[in-house]
């Protein structure tokens, strides 16, 4: 258990909706990453939030976005799906380390989004 | 952004020690390198990382070679739980994400 917690684990929708992925990192973790991994793309990296700010994106469509809250849990929002969203969304949490500045990714264990 | 090279995939014995190359030639000085594994569809569980030195956990060692460019993830015993897609992870100079490539699936056979 890394003690990152996602929610829901399965979601299941139709082409065109809107659905919002839930994480919430480790504990003092305050930087949040959302991967997305499908069948022929591997994993790749959305975005990522460091104390409620956005730091850095990657390959994000513009229908989805994220936000952290002050709470540091992080929310992905996904809108007109489209039959191509359909994968596996991770999110991933990070501290500082103090020893040797590497910074470490703990992952959750995912939310598997079918868009039918 | 700096690359990783791995084989496939890979077997292994039971029992026996599993070592999973990895080459990365154009890493940076300041870049370390990561190993996670992915066992299904779970998320991927962080095993190893290093800079320079040889390191070594309740899970791995991870050889690098003096000039950086290339290392190994070794796993001295192997067992039928450490059949999973292992990656190697060179972190981008200067940035926070990682970027994970096609990996090695390693089978454990009995």
């Known amino acids: 258990d890394s003690g990152v917690t996602q929610t829901p684990k399965h979601l299941i929708t139709a082409t065109g909706q809107r659905v919002t992925l839930r994480c919430s990192p480790r504990?003092?973790?305050?930087?949040v990453y959302w991967y997305q991994q499908s069948l022929d793309q591997g994993l790749q990296f959305l975005i990522q939030?460091?104390?409620?700010?956005?730091?850095a994106k990657g390959n994000i469509l513009e229908r989805f976005s994220a936000q952290q809250f002050p709470d540091l849990h992080s929310e992905l929002n996904l809108s007109s799906l489209e039959l191509g969203d359909s994968a596996l969304y991770f999110c991933?949490?990070?501290?500082?380390?103090?020893?040797?500045?590497?910074?470490?990714?703990?992952f959750g264990p995912g939310t598997r989004l079918l868009v039918l | 952004d700096a690359k990783t090279t791995q084989p496939p995939s890979m077997d292994c014995a039971e029992g026996r020690a599993a070592n999973l190359p990895c080459n990365h030639s154009?890493?940076?000085?300041?870049?370390?390198v990561y190993w996670y594994r992915q066992i299904h569809s779970q998320g991927p569980q962080y095993i190893i990382h290093?800079?320079?030195n040889n390191e070594t956990n309740e899970m791995a060692s991870l050889i690098i070679t003096e000039d950086r460019k290339s290392s190994t993830l070794i796993l001295p015993h192997a067992t039928l739980r450490d059949t999973a897609v292992y990656y190697c992870i060179v972190r981008v100079a200067g940035g926070n994400q990682f970027y994970f490539g096609t990996g090695t699936s390693l089978t454990v056979i009995p």
């Open positions: 991933a949490s990070s501290p500082i380390s103090r020893r040797d500045g590497a910074k470490t990714q703990y």
């Open positions: 290093g800079l320079k």
């Open positions: 154009t890493i940076s000085g300041n870049e370390y």
């Open positions: 504990s003092g973790d305050l930087s």
């Open positions: 939030y460091y104390n409620g700010e956005e730091r």
